[in-house]
């Protein structure tokens, strides 16, 4: 069948099930369910520190088939993950569920993991690195689920994931498993990812290198949801948790793009008192950041809040007063570690609460300006981050969609043209973020604006900002580099890539 | 059908359905379920903020038979209570269940509803005043049920009590429903025993007399959780909801009792690196609290934990450095509030991880001493704060029952003769908490100490203490009162007392 962006996807798969179409992206908003989450309750004089994660394995009772989980706050210095799966693979358990939060290069062993068949399925928000090739390649049983961030704790949620064992990496943890990622040696910040794991999992088994006497005050995950703790010697590396800074680019044309997008901000008319803001980490985005304060600044502007990873440039941007209070669902950097410890209007928030469609309100509703980039937009103004141009899988929704969905205005910023290749094009290799939720695409060479947004394009015809049509910066494009050529995929499905509300938006085939 | 401590209960009642009996208080800890809830998904443009209570009870569609739910970190200084059910008998709606956390003096206006048949149920971990009196001259249409402060998160938990609609009174509120309570005319510190209403009920309705712009942080409950918001003038009178100070008992048999509770304490082992302890604010249990410190000083021992309703007299021992950090599921004073509001050790619990039975581990069970009060005990050491000795309801557990069960020494403190009537019987008019719970009772003429705990009776025994058994401390008792008559109780059943787990350990009588 075909979905509403005429997406060509199967009715039933193979280890994913029935699937559901999506059908646009406001429209499965309604009455849903919370799951009932059954759990073994504690005895009061009952210890919860194991000796190690082979017991906690044992104690957890761990079958065939199951579903374990895993959150990504450790980034490409995770230890967790492939420590309990090395256990795992000594109990010669097999068809094993692996649901990441996201999947970074660190966790290459997890490859043999699947090969050996322990591992047959997979969901991440995003992965990168050596599985994300494998499963390209077709490597794992089962296609791979892709969710959005928010639609990851939606999916916990709801009970379309059922974790049976959550595995929680944890920076600090007290003996009856209370929870913070602002204090030890593998200090992250805030556990905005993990939460959903806590709450909804079966059985839950905090993984800590600082195991500490009751109790881990501020606590951020508590210990009513955590069954045992184990202590081992490192849970990550440093390095690979949180870089040192975070830096805006030099560069001339993403400069460029960062002072054209300050611009649309402002000739929006959103850019008053009040104003919130969401940006990633990336050189060019961070540059927006830094354009956007200046106007601030000039104009005397109060923000609320600013929202997302946080990094030490929207820290800096919060302490000069720009911003009330951040909301944080990830530090992206050791100064955004220091100021969530620090300050309580640095405000953590869960994934659910940051972009669950399915709550009573996620903050991404609460957005005016979204930061977004793109591998591939097409002139229907979908946009892929989740595979290159050949089709690899590189990448994944994180909160893109989440955040385009909700945010007053979603910008797309990004080179016309990269690596010799046109990024807007006619159709996208795969969609992530669908068209209705983006609003303008911005280049070095021209800013198009969605067609849906008509009260934007009088305001933008109105500055000297080069709008022009999408189809025009694809022409521009095309000019430059030719018009590429289609990729051939195979017609085995590596990946479903489900839209926020689990809806099924595209699939990934193997190359 | 006989319970396992011998109380009369019935098999079924209306109005409450199938009784189970009380078995012991550890005898249902076991594999339980936290409940699947319904809920309305929002759409992200839409907005909370409703103009009036009546708007909000539209909004919510109320319906005969539904059960409408109340927190009561106000104290007798809430106004929201009787402002909601006065829109409500607008409606000519019947048949409602009103679960309140507690209910005050201040909410006589229920006994009119009571007689109008509009409220015919009610839940509640404390009631005191019209309301309590009236339930106990049979007005209530069915009994009340008596919940503990865990055993009402466990009952909201499991769906035993199913909210319809949550009015959460919230000192300060955004226009997306994040709430804190440290900030507003009525601040009153933290909200822990609102958390359950807001994760468990359908519909959740803040009602606010600080409305301010987004987001209200530090945000103690979250926006996900909050269908709407509604102003109002005023929704508490800031003399009824937290006290000036707490302060120290002058009497000097208070004093006395205080002193040797104190060294009991000492005797027991427990004060030592990592004391954890939990009071009431009761005047003799400051005083207890006031030795508690001086030995902690003099030996200079630094404890875990304080935990509880937190008093400023427990801020001040946090302060000094005498505890690590503050558990607070209520502030009882100013100082309480200002300590929560400005010091991240001062950790905010949910009544559920305070002291619900039936999950992964609340916080009483990591409490060394917990000092209770009675108005009577039994000679099995079952306490009774539910009723007076003449049967008229005038309290109810709150967290007795759960610290009872939790802490390592579960000390009773009163005197031996109130108001000419012994404190010590054969029988308690009501069980609130079962002796097998309770270790230690401290009188001014003596202590006895639970058979069970013959090990704390060898300690005790090496020391001056005037250590004796319960039926001696009852027969001094007597010499100075006579034998109490018996209570003549009508037939009719008023109220249920649910221990913590949800089975029945006693009813209460009209009278």
Chains 1, 2 share one sequence.
């Not at 300050?262 to 104003?275: D, M, Q, R, T």
């Amino acid at each position: 069948m075909k979905n509403i962006l005429g997406r060509e996807i199967p009715e039933y798969i193979e280890g994913y099930g029935t699937v559901k179409a999506f059908k646009g992206a406001f429209a499965s908003l309604r009455e849903v369910e919370r799951k009932a989450v059954k759990l073994q309750s504690a005895e009061p004089t009952e210890k919860k520190v194991l000796s190690s994660i082979k017991d906690a394995i044992e104690k957890c009772t761990i079958k065939d088939g199951m579903t374990v989980s895993f959150h990504h706050h450790l980034r490409n210095g995770d230890y967790v993950l492939n420590m309990v799966l090395e256990e795992l693979s000594k109990t010669g358990i097999k068809d094993i569920r692996v649901a990441a939060s996201s999947i970074f290069p660190v966790h290459a062993p997890l490859v043999e993991h699947m090969k050996s068949g322990m591992v047959t399925g997979i969901c991440a928000n995003y992965m990168s690195g050596p599985v994300a090739e494998a499963i390209s390649r077709g490597e794992l049983k089962y296609p791979a689920i892709m969710h959005t961030h928010g639609g990851r704790a939606r999916a916990i949620e709801s009970g379309d994931i059922s974790i049976d064992i959550a595995f929680i990496a944890a920076p600090t943890c007290d003996t009856y498993g209370n929870i913070n990622g602002v204090e030890g040696k593998s200090a992250c910040g805030t556990l905005g990812y993990a939460v959903p794991d806590a709450m909804y999992a079966e059985k839950v088994v905090a993984i800590t290198d600082n195991l500490i006497p009751y109790p881990a005050c501020p606590i951020e995950i508590t210990q009513e949801y955590i069954d045992f703790v184990v202590e081992v010697e490192s849970i990550g590396d440093p390095n690979g948790i949180v870089s040192g800074t975070t830096q805006i680019t030099k560069d001339p044309v993403g400069l460029k793009i960062a002072k054209m997008t300050s611009e649309v901000i402002e000739a929006s008319g959103l850019l008053k008192k009040g104003f919130s803001f969401q940006t990633g980490a990336g050189g060019t985005s961070l540059a927006v950041a830094d354009y956007v304060k200046k106007l601030m600044q000039q104009k005397d502007i109060k923000g609320s809040f600013a929202a997302g990873g946080i990094t030490g440039y929207m820290v800096e941007m919060f302490e000069e007063g720009l911003f009330e209070s951040l909301f944080d669902v990830q530090c992206f950097d050791l100064k955004a570690v220091e100021s969530y410890r620090e300050n309580k209007r640095h405000q953590n928030m869960s994934a659910s609460m940051y972009g669950n469609p399915h709550n009573k309100g996620a903050v991404v509703n609460n957005l005016d300006v979204m930061i977004l980039g793109a591998t591939e937009i097409d002139t229907a103004f979908n946009a892929n981050v989740t595979t290159g141009s050949n089709g690899m899988i590189m990448g994944g929704s994180g909160g893109h969609s989440d955040t385009a969905a909700g945010a007053k205005l979603a910008i797309v910023v990004t080179q016309l043209v990269k690596g010799r290749l046109p990024i807007v094009v006619d159709d996208v290799t795969t969609v992530t973020t669908p068209g209705e939720t983006i609003d303008v695409l911005v280049t070095e060479r021209g800013i198009a604006v969605n067609p849906k947004r008509q009260d934007l394009i009088e305001k933008l015809e109105k500055t000297k900002l080069p709008i022009m049509s999408i189809e025009e910066l694809k022409q521009i494009a095309e000019k430059m580099t030719g018009t590429p050529e289609k990729i051939e995929a195979e017609d085995q499905l590596v990946a479903v890539i489900e839209y926020r509300d689990g809806t099924v938006i595209d699939t990934v085939k193997k190359i």
